[in-house]
């Protein structure tokens, strides 16, 4: 994508609401907020906007997207859904919780979007904004986070435009994500998989589910062929390196901290953001992303990161903190 375009960044009011649904039909491209973080919404069915908004997110095109519907009965359109997932899907959609299953046949969903496989990944937002585009444009939308592939995600419209200003047609906004993390995302291909954790903490889907929920298999990570988004090994990351599970602070890092109790060497950290002085992990989870990014323009060559509890939203929030440490594909 070379072309630069207008982005048109509006309130998310009815009738920009309706502008966007026109313009999702039309092969446009547009962010809107989901209760996680902002999507880049595009039709699922039109297989040219897929292939547009790969080209505006840099994304790989065989990492496979999320089809966003209204409900479930529009779900069990594009998806097949057993027993477990029909369970998981009363219990928390709307929600951050994405399943993988198998594609149904005649599925609309454009293959660029599955990645050639024949599964889908299907989720239905908790968000009005949301909500409203899905019922105004009656088609499923896919809608990745609203960011350069790779980068830190979206948790706000100003977030949107600073990675894809002029790359895309609109952008909606609809205030501050809640959640602040992607959604959840669980395989039902044979028993149900906890394929990424997300903005749904393993806890509550176990309950739910009435059994322990078993982790990705061997070769379901392989980052060459993902078989859910998110799952590339890189990701989320930005320019400057992250050291984890710091408990000193070298001179010139810049810190992002967790908790009321700091590691020693802070008084010489070049910027110091905390997640949640208090450590509440869903505050933590809010504003991981944004706080990522405002660390990243401290120019600084690495970011210092507290340990964080890995559970509840701390396993999905230390998720995201390794992918963004990890090596940088050559």
């Known amino acids: 994508m070379t072309d630069t375009i207008h982005t048109r960044l509006v309130d998310a009011e009815f009738i920009a609401i309706a502008d966007a649904a026109l313009c999702l039909a039309d092969g446009g491209l547009v962010a809107f907020p989901t209760e996680t973080v902002y999507g880049l919404g595009a039709d699922a069915t039109n297989g040219a906007a897929v292939a547009r908004l790969y080209a505006a997110k840099g994304r790989p095109s065989f990492n496979p997207l999320i089809a966003h519907v209204f409900d479930l009965a529009a779900a069990k359109k594009l998806a097949v859904f057993d027993e477990a997932a029909e369970k998981l899907a009363t219990a928390f959609w709307p929600g951050p919780l994405t399943l993988v299953l198998k594609r149904r046949a005649g599925c609309p969903v454009a293959e660029l979007a599955t990645a050639g496989l024949d599964s889908i990944a299907v989720r239905v937002p908790q968000h009005p904004v949301a909500l409203a585009i899905l019922s105004r444009l009656g088609r499923p939308i896919v809608a990745p986070s609203a960011n350069r592939s790779g980068h830190v995600s979206p948790t706000t419209a100003r977030h949107v435009m600073d990675d894809l200003g002029g790359r895309i047609d609109f952008v909606l906004d609809g205030g501050p994500a809640q959640v602040g993390v992607e959604s959840t995302i669980v395989g039902c291909l044979d028993r149900p998989v906890l394929l990424r954790p997300g903005g749904l903490p393993r806890e509550q889907i176990e309950a739910a589910f009435g059994g322990p929920l078993d982790d990705a298999p061997v070769g379901a990570l392989d980052p060459e062929t993902p078989i859910a988004p998110g799952m ?31 590691p020693a060497g802070t008084q010489d950290a070049a910027m110091v953001l905390n997640l949640s002085p208090n450590g509440d992990l869903v505050e933590a989870a809010t504003n991981l992303f944004s706080d990522l990014r405002t660390l990243d323009q401290a120019d600084v060559a690495t970011i210092a990161v507290m340990p964080v509890p890995n559970e509840g939203l701390g396993e999905a929030i230390n998720d995201r903190l390794a992918r963004a440490a990890a090596p940088r594909a050559k």
């Open 232 to 262: 590339l090994e890189s990701h989320y990351a930005p320019r400057a390196q992250l050291r984890l599970a710091v408990d000193r602070v070298n001179p010139g890092e810049a810190l992002l901290a967790f908790g009321i109790e700091l």
